[in-house]
């Protein structure tokens, strides 16, 4: 099995893995992207979004993680702290 390459924008390889898999789903696309979101240390998430689409240019243009790395470019997803008591006062 070839070894994925380092990269700093999918640290995790999680789009990476994602554009490997046959018959992924739109949803399924979405929901690897709030997982990278919130592995991904950019306040700004569109130019890891655009590196990535530049990155993975050369998979087949009907993969569905094209489709929703577009949609982040549009709206991108902001990773937000998840737990924590300063968290929910913060929130208050």
Avoid: N, Q
Avoid at 1 to 24: H, N, Q, S, W
Avoid at 40 to 55: F, G, K, N, S, Y
Avoid at 56 to 61: L, M, R, V
């Amino acid at each position: 099995m070839p070894t994925r390459p380092i990269d700093p924008y999918d640290p995790k390889g999680l789009v990476f893995e994602a554009f490997r898999i046959e018959g992924i789903t739109d949803d399924e696309c979405r929901s690897i992207l709030v997982d990278w979101a919130l592995s991904v240390t950019a306040a700004d998430m569109r130019d890891p979004i655009a590196a990535l689409i530049a990155r993975h240019a050369e998979a087949p243009a009907d993969h569905p993680m094209h489709k929703v790395l577009a949609e982040g470019l549009e709206h991108p997803p902001m990773p937000r702290r998840r737990g924590g008591r300063r968290a929910r006062l913060a929130d208050s």
